[in-house]
């Protein structure tokens, strides 16, 4: 058996950037989800490695690895940050159609409430 497919730390096969497979990433390199989860943020430090694998859907996926001794606090939320996000997602919930809160998410594809695309809002 030899080297798993993704083994390169040099970067020499994939465009400079260090590569592992999935579960083999060198300890003190974590991806932004694992920095998230203990408070941390990459905070502009640059990509330090990646992680790749083979998507059930065809193709290879990449997961960027960020090192933990440059990870900075993340900011804590304040009282206009929160504001604006919950306005922000407020947006994304209200239907341009009939302008009432869908209670979800509108699709993306559909740029209205179901009711609305489906032809069925009730005529107020």
Do not use: E
């Not at 690895?65 to 804590?76: D, I, S, T």
């Not at 740029?111 to 032809?119: F, K, N, Q, W």
Request: aromatic fraction near 8%; proline fraction near 11%.
């Amino acid at each position: 058996m030899g080297r798993p497919r993704f083994w390169d730390p040099a970067g020499d096969r994939h465009g400079g950037t260090p590569t592992y497979p999935w579960r083999m990433a060198p300890t003190g390199y974590l991806t932004r989800r694992q920095l998230r989860a203990r408070g941390l943020r990459p905070g502009g430090q640059p990509v330090a490695g990646q992680i790749l694998w083979r998507s059930r859907f065809g193709g290879t996926r990449p997961a960027f690895l960020y090192r933990l001794a440059l990870a900075k606090p993340v900011r804590p939320m304040t009282p206009a940050r929160a504001a604006a996000l919950a306005k922000a997602n407020a947006a994304r919930r209200t239907c341009p159609g009939c302008g009432r809160d869908a209670g979800y998410v509108l699709p993306a594809h559909l740029g209205t409430c179901l009711p609305c695309a489906d032809g069925t809002a009730l005529a107020a």
